[in-house]
């Protein structure tokens, strides 16, 4: 489950994208605030502990890398990685930056869940409303079907990648504290970025309020 909760989500994501045309926008918002918040909650509550256990002197350091590497990647994808993704302007091939920053979000994400479980479940949750987003964006930017298929499937199994390099790569292991924190200052500033940004003007309602309250509830119950 580790491997196909990640995959399966963006693929999920892709075909509702495709077929359903969800057209609701406020909906996508309130569910990107629940993955944030609950993505937030599960590195604040289980990864930040184990990591900070090791007493390793410079684990804020390399949260702090982290948090620096995820702000240069958006320079290349433009924020895709929490639904940031305007502009109808037609694509006549793959945006290949925005492509590789996402796979490279994608798979570091995947190196902590083989030693969390539940982490599969919030990644499986962010990418969801991501994969709509994003196949969303190219259709009405009428990218390939073909491409829009290669860069979904793409994404899609970067994450389990990402947990099988960690798995079976022995020298990733030795370094297993330190990628941690590097992966859990990515996921503070992708999460952060989304509780803020899924409303309009960045203000708070009842509604985002509440995703994000039973966000932060199921990540302290799992």
């Known amino acids: 489950m580790n491997y196909l909760l990640p995959l399966l989500s963006?693929?999920?994501?892709?075909?509702i994208a495709l077929?359903?045309?969800?057209?609701?926008?406020?909906?996508?918002?309130?569910?990107?605030?629940f993955s944030g918040s609950f993505l937030l909650s599960l590195t604040v509550m289980h990864l930040l502990p184990e990591v900070y256990e090791s007493k390793n002197s410079n684990i804020g350091l390399?949260?702090?890398l982290g948090i620096l590497f995820q702000i240069i990647l958006e320079f290349f994808s433009k924020g895709a990685e929490h639904g940031h993704v305007h502009g109808h302007a037609k694509m006549d091939q793959i945006p290949w930056l925005l492509?590789?920053?996402l796979c490279i979000h994608a798979f570091l994400e995947g190196f902590p869940v083989d030693h969390h479980h539940d982490l599969a479940v919030g990644i499986a949750i962010h990418h969801l409303?991501?994969?709509?987003?994003?196949?969303?964006?190219?259709?009405?930017?009428?990218?390939?079907?073909?491409?829009?298929?290669?860069?979904?499937?793409?994404f899609a199994i970067m994450t389990p990648l990402g947990t099988i390099a960690s798995d079976f790569i022995p020298q990733l292991n030795d370094y297993y504290t330190q990628?941690?924190?590097?992966?859990?200052?990515?996921l503070f500033h992708i999460s952060s970025t989304i509780i803020f940004e899924s409303s309009e003007g960045h203000k708070f309602n009842i509604a985002k309020v509440s995703m994000i309250v039973i966000g932060i509830v199921l990540a302290y119950f799992i």
């Open 10 to 15: 963006v693929l999920i994501g892709y075909i």
């Open 129 to 154: 409303p991501i994969a709509i987003i994003l196949t969303t964006f190219f259709v009405n930017a009428s990218l390939d079907k073909k491409a829009i298929f290669f860069f979904m499937i793409t």
């Open 99 to 101: 492509f590789i920053s």
């Open 179 to 186: 990628i941690t924190a590097v992966v859990i200052g990515i």
């Open 62 to 64: 390399f949260i702090m």
């Open 19 to 33: 077929f359903l045309k969800p057209k609701n926008k406020t909906n996508l918002k309130l569910l990107l605030a």
